[in-house]
């Protein structure tokens, strides 16, 4: 029972009923699998009679891609749980609670937040959160200070670089996000009407020198231990409160690539409100509320950010160094610049998509979204070392 396999339903209601002081005695457990099974298996259990339920998400051994199998190596599940885990007690109330982790199983079994909603969905709805400029950006401060060499010990840190090795997974954002968009690539996938547009990014040589740098930053730059994957899919909302999910990805590196995660997936819903909002009136105010919640996290963060480094700052040269507080804010602001724009290309042209743009029904609406989508996002790279403020970002936005 406990050698790898993949879980039946029947399995995971067992080991539901196994969490200690969880489900009551007479518990009815019904399993239901949820996860879009082209990486991992995701069940939902509930019991009947006392309401309550829980989540078992079980890593597969390979990831469906184009109807094709990349193997995929089951310790992404270990890295997931300890990442969670240590977001629990990096930001208090903003990743759901572990209750298990079984590493023969590639399993975690986790709170149910089927209460929120996944706020990719919620964006498209139109719907606001006006709260969830202060979550996020305590969650990105709060996990990226104390993971750094500013704020933890650095000779555990080295430790904890080594245990959250994740070459794999790496490996498919390395392909997929700064290699595959630039050139000819099997991997690539985008509709025939914007060809001219895609080719375009192909030679672009100001563009691809950029593209390189922020690739070898990736690479190299263990700033802080990152989610790695902190898309709108992976952020579980309501007006109240915000959940991050999904920490597979997590590895050391850059601290703007966490940010420009958040930032691409805004900005592509603020492009395809093009399609979602109801009317002229609806689609200004929603596009004003993602860019003031742009400018919002990245004024929160950074002061959040600063006040952890003068409080718990573990390195003298560093809270001492004139100047250098200010130079890392804002290389942290370029670089989330440069990644914001290289993880919205990708969306477009690369492998993976997302909803936002893809249901749009109306080819030429959804064509034109595609196109500034890759518009804003080659600007945002091109001009990312150069960027000085937030304010810039968001005129690079809204002047294509
Ligand atoms: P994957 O790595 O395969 O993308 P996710 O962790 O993003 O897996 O989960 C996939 C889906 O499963 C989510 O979009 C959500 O619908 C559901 N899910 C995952 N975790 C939970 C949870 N803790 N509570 C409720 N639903 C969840
Ligand atoms: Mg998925
Ligand atoms: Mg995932
Ligand atoms: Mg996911």
Redesign the pocket.
Known sequence: MSTYHPLTEQEAIDIARSIEAFFPADASLSCKE???G???L?F?IKDSVSGKSL?L?QALPYAKVVGESWPLTLDRARIESEKLILEGKLAPGLV?QVYKYDPELALTV?????DHV?MRRGLIEGNIYPLFADHISTFIANTLFFTSDLGMNQQQKKLQVKSFINPELCKITEDLIFDDPYTLSDNNNYEAAIEDAAAALRSNDELHLEVAILREKFLTNAQALLHGDLHT??I?ITKQSTKV??P?FAFYGPIGFDIGAVYANLLMNYVAQAHWSKDEAAREAHRSYLLEMVVSIWNQFHDKFLALWEAHGVDRLANEAKGYKQYYMKRILQDAAGYTGAKMIRRIVGLSHVIDIDRIDDDAVRNSCQRQVLNIGTQLIIRNRSLQSIEELVDIVKSN
Not at 110 to 114: A, C, G, P, V, Y
């Open positions: 949820i996860g879009d082209n990486l991992n995701v939902h989540i998400k759901p986790m709170e149910d937040l089927s996944i899919g992976s579980f999910i999904d597979e």
